[in-house]
């Protein structure tokens, strides 16, 4: 089992920026993967950010590549995600995830542990 604890979300003027982070517990967190995944209302959950087990691979859509930035710190358990230039459709529920794999996963359904999420609000 993971535990995941997200930090960092709040309202922001479009152009600006923030840093999520995500704090994780429980079994050996350098074994798993890591993502960013987003949910927005009326949209599907998209993974806006992806992370292998070593920090060596990552993974961005076309919607926030050159703006978003994923790492992790294996020492400190904890997985980040720095965001700039955001704007309002950046909008959404960011949730940390983990998967039981040691690569990068893109799709929402294959991560296995969620935290609670966190509220971006970008206004325009």
């Known amino acids: 089992q993971v535990q995941l604890v997200e930090s960092g979300g709040g309202l922001v003027q479009a152009g600006a920026s923030l840093r999520l982070s995500c704090l994780a517990s429980?079994?050996?967190?350098?074994?798993?993967?890591m993502g960013w995944i987003r949910q927005a209302p009326g949209k599907e959950s998209e993974c806006v950010a992806a992370?292998?087990?070593?920090?060596?691979?990552?993974y961005y859509p076309d919607s926030v590549k050159g703006r978003f930035t994923i790492s992790r710190d294996n020492v400190k358990n904890t997985v980040y995600l720095q965001m700039n230039s955001l704007q309002p459709e950046d909008t959404a529920v960011y949730y940390c995830?983990?998967?039981?794999?040691?690569?990068?996963?893109?799709?929402?359904?294959?991560?296995?542990?969620w935290g609670q999420g966190a509220q971006v609000t970008v206004s325009s």
């Open positions: 995830a983990a998967s039981d794999t040691l690569v990068v996963v893109t799709y929402p359904y294959e991560y296995s542990y």
């Open positions: 429980g079994r050996t967190f350098s074994t798993n993967a």
């Open positions: 992370i292998s087990w070593s920090g060596t691979s990552t």
